[in-house]
T-cell receptor, first 112, second 112 residues
């Protein structure tokens, strides 16, 4: 079955760039997503990328996709305290499942 | 604010009881998905409805059921509740199955 893996924690200093990594196993993934969850809140869709793209940039966010290695990353430039949250990688492959398959989430910790 | 609403925000009930969670999708979205978020299982896809019809099932227990009404709101029914059903339940909506999913704020269910 599908599997999405992320490291559990990432600690960065305020103002630095954060890079959150994700690997997935389903080669038929068509869309890959990054969601953000703040404490006590729902999941906020940050960005997504189609599997036929290599990169997508949206303001401070850059998504890189290496389809050969099934590796996805999210770079947050100039990390701020408001970026402190759990970041989930998710993939959608359609077919019979339809739901998203999520990783366990990466806790981004910002040091002053 | 994603435009997806869920009620109630919190629910506390006893083992063996039955509860109903409600979700209203974003205006114009025909797809509604239900997910369960727990500490041990992470985010798991439960079920997907599209324009009133069940489209796909994920890891949904037989004690759980859902429906989508003509006005497109959806309800998730959980019966014979067990302690292990305590979790955050999210619904998400999208215009159609292959589009990005927008999540509601969730319902926190506590079974005592």
């Amino acid at each position: 079955g599908e599997d999405v893996e992320q490291s559990l924690f990432l600690s960065v200093r305020e103002g630095d760039s954060s890079v959150i990594n994700c690997t997935y196993t389903d080669s038929s993934s068509t869309y890959l997503y990054w969601y953000k969850q703040e404490p006590g809140a729902g999941l906020q869709l940050l960005t997504y990328i189609f599997s036929n793209m290599d990169m997508k940039q949206d303001q401070r966010l850059t998504v890189l996709l290496n389809k050969k290695d099934k590796h996805l990353s999210l770079r947050i430039a100039d990390t701020q305290t408001g970026d402190s949250a759990i970041y989930f990688c998710a993939e959608y492959s359609g077919g019979g499942a339809d739901g998203l398959t999520f990783g366990k989430g990466t806790h981004l910790i910002i040091q002053p | 604010d994603s435009g997806v609403t869920q009620t109630p925000k919190h629910l506390i009930t006893a083992t063996g009881q039955r509860v109903t969670l409600r979700c209203s999708p974003r205006s114009g979205d025909l797809s509604v998905y239900w997910y369960q978020q727990s500490l041990d299982q992470g985010l798991q896809f439960l079920i997907h409805y599209y324009n009133g019809e069940e489209r796909a099932k994920g890891n949904i227990l037989e004690r759980f059921s859902a429906q989508q009404f003509p006005d497109l709101h959806s309800e998730l029914n959980l019966s014979s509740l067990e302690l292990g059903d305590s979790a955050l339940y999210f619904c998400a909506s999208s215009p159609s199955p292959s589009y990005e999913q927008y999540f509601g704020p969730g319902t926190r269910l506590t079974v005592t």
